[in-house]
């Protein structure tokens, strides 16, 4: 099964991206801010839920609800390495997060826009724990490409429904 190689030009092309790279984890020494080339890239380990969803459904694990008695079906779970850039970077914030602890892990929840001055915005990433990175762009440009071979998951990741 091949990987994902999307472009975001606008907000809901952001959230497009934010599905495939809900429960990535991303260590802090992965990403970089490049202020010359206004440009921010990171490398994420983002978790396959299009390949979980297809293969739990070509086993026939997964009934119409996705779930068994109320507890979702666990499947085949995949992990993929992944880069992706912002250009038109005009400034990066963080709030929550150490730049120093290079190793520390952050796991991405969602990726977010909101537009300011057409067609310029902040792009915040949240991530489990309360940390933010935003990004303040002056316009929506960003790749995101899945960059090697899958390989197996230690699970598939769980949110709480309270």
Known sequence: MGGVKLIA???EDLA?????????????????????ERRFALL???????AAVK?????GLVPASGAVDG???KGPCVRRRAGMHFERVLSAKVRGIDLK????????????FDETDAPSG???FMFSGGGELQLTVECMEVGLEDLGPAWD??????????
Not at 103 to 111: K, R
Request: net charge negative; glycine share 4%.
């Open 153 to 162: 998951a230690k699970g598939t990741p769980c949110h709480d429904a309270a």
């Open 101 to 112: 602890q290079k190793q520390a892990v952050l796991n991405l929840l969602a990726l977010t």
């Open 122 to 124: 902040v792009v915040t």
């Open 71 to 73: 507890a979702p079906v």
């Open 55 to 59: 293969a739990e459904a070509m086993l």
């Open 9 to 11: 030009l606008d907000g």
């Open 44 to 50: 994420a380990n983002r978790f396959d839920w299009e």
């Open 16 to 36: 497009v991206m934010s599905a495939h790279l809900q429960d990535a984890v991303i260590t802090v020494g992965d990403m970089a801010y490049l202020p010359r």
